[in-house]
T-cell receptor
Framework: DTGVSQDPRHKITKRGQNVTFRCDPI?????LYWYRQTLGQGPEFLTY????????KSRLLSDRFSAERPKGSFSTLEIQRTEQGDSAMYLC??????????????FGPGTRLTVL | AQSVTQLDSQVPVFEEAPVELRCNYSSSVSVYLFWYVQYPNQGLQLLLK??????LVKGINGFEAEFNKSQTSFHLRKPSVHISDTAEYFC????????????FGKGTMLLVSP
């Protein structure tokens, strides 16, 4: 396994700009998750996909946020009209559902977003 | 819904001393429990997990944790820490019903000094 990769690792943007992050999961992992981690906090769930279907979205995911996973492979997370409160580490995780409720999530290195 | 409480935000300890990082959870349903470690500027790495069976779980790097259902706890222990164990440790819980979104605690920073 090559692990979960995320790109870019760091992004600095000005308030009001749009940003897009990419996550490449471990190959053959059918589930993909996005989390947000702010300073001094644990990761908070944003959304997850099973294959290409987006099955759950947190209330944290405002309408400025959109995520896609075309063809059930890589995923993108886009934030439109960024705000300073969006500054955080965005983590991607993937897993393979092997049985009922027994998948283990493997995390990528994260994308650190700074909104000026 | 579940919640996780990590009672200590920071735990300082000397090298080769034992350490325990505390984790309590709240849930109305059966859960799976996890400990992850995060080194500076890196993602999370799975240390160990409890799904079922023996309540004492052994993980990587010499860590172990014990699931206590009556006390709703899942404390992490290591008998002798190294400088390289300095990192942030997160306890997490997910429902065992198949919907596996993780709910994390706020983390405990383990600071190992010589």
């Amino acid at each position: 396994d090559t692990g979960v990769s995320q790109d870019p690792r760091h992004k600095i943007t000005k308030r009001g700009q749009n940003v897009t992050f990419r996550c490449d999961p471990i190959s053959e992992h059918n589930r993909l998750y996005w989390y947000r981690q702010t300073l001094g906090q644990g990761p908070e769930f944003l959304t997850y996909f099973q294959n290409e279907a987006q099955l759950e979205k947190s209330r944290l995911l405002s309408d400025r946020f959109s995520a896609e996973r075309p063809k059930g492979s890589f995923s993108t997370l886009e934030i439109q009209r960024t705000e300073q409160g969006d500054s955080a580490m965005y983590l991607c995780a993937s897993s393979k559902l092997r049985g009922f409720g027994t998948d283990t999530q493997y995390f990528g290195p994260g994308t650190r977003l700074t909104v000026l | 819904a579940q919640s996780v409480t990590q009672l200590d935000s920071q735990v300082p300890v000397f090298e080769e001393a034992p350490v325990e990082l505390r984790c309590n959870y709240s849930s109305s349903v059966s859960v799976y429990l996890f400990w992850y470690v995060q080194y500076p500027n890196q993602g999370l790495q799975l240390l160990l997990k409890y799904l079922s069976g023996s309540t004492l779980v052994k993980g990587i790097n010499g860590f172990e944790a014990e699931f206590n259902k009556s006390q709703t706890s899942f404390h992490l222990r290591k008998p002798s820490v190294h400088i390289s164990d300095t990192a942030e440790y997160f306890c997490a819980v997910s429902e065992s019903s198949g919907y596996s979104t993780l709910t994390f605690g706020k983390g405990t920073m383990l600071l190992v000094s010589p």
